[in-house]
C-alpha cells in the first residue's frame, strides 16, 4: 500500500492538530497503521495504532489521553488527531502500514512495518 502523510504544520503549545494518512489501492483495510515520530537527533519513536478492523487502538505512554487515531475505510485514510500538543511533540510524524495485525507489541515496533508514507512536519511552539 502507499501512503501519504499530511496535516503538519506550527501550532502554539496546547493548540490541536489533525494528521491525515491517505492510502492508495483498493486493499486499505487489510492494513494495520501506525503513526511514528522523529525528532532531530532521536531515534523514530511509536506515536499510535490502529488495528486492520479499527478494533484496537494502542498509544504511547507519552500521547496518551492527548492523541486520538482513527480510520475511515470509505475514505482510505487514518487519522492522528493531536490535542494539548507540548513543545517535545515536535517531530516528523510518519505513517506506515503491515499487513499483519497483531498485538501492541509487535505494532509499536517499527520494524513491523514495510510500508511508509513520506512523513509531516510538526512544530510545537512554547
Known amino acids: 500500500v502507499q501512503l501519504q502523510a499530511c496535516g503538519g504544520g506550527l501550532v502554539q503549545a496546547g493548540g490541536s492538530l489533525r494528521l491525515s494518512c491517505a492510502a492508495s489501492?483498493?486493499?486499505?483495510?487489510?492494513?494495520?497503521i501506525g503513526w511514528f515520530r522523529q525528532a532531530p537527533g532521536k531515534v523514530r519513536e511509536f506515536v499510535a495504532a490502529?488495528?486492520?478492523?479499527?478494533?484496537?487502538?494502542y498509544y504511547a505512554d507519552s500521547v496518551k489521553g492527548r492523541f486520538t487515531i482513527s480510520r475511515d475505510s470509505a475514505k482510505n485514510t487514518a487519522y492522528l488527531q493531536m490535542n494539548s500538543l507540548k513543545p517535545e511533540d515536535t517531530a516528523v510524524y510518519y505513517c506506515?502500514?503491515?499487513?499483519?495485525?497483531?498485538?501492541?507489541?509487535?505494532?509499536?515496533?517499527?520494524?513491523?512495518?514495510?510500508?511508509w508514507g513520506q512523513g509531516t512536519q510538526v512544530t510545537v511552539s512554547s
Open positions: 490502529i488495528t486492520r478492523s479499527g478494533g484496537y487502538t
Open positions: 506506515a502500514g503491515t499487513s499483519r495485525s497483531s498485538d501492541v507489541y509487535y505494532l509499536s515496533s517499527r520494524e513491523s512495518y514495510a510500508d
Open positions: 489501492g483498493p486493499t486499505f483495510s487489510n492494513y494495520a
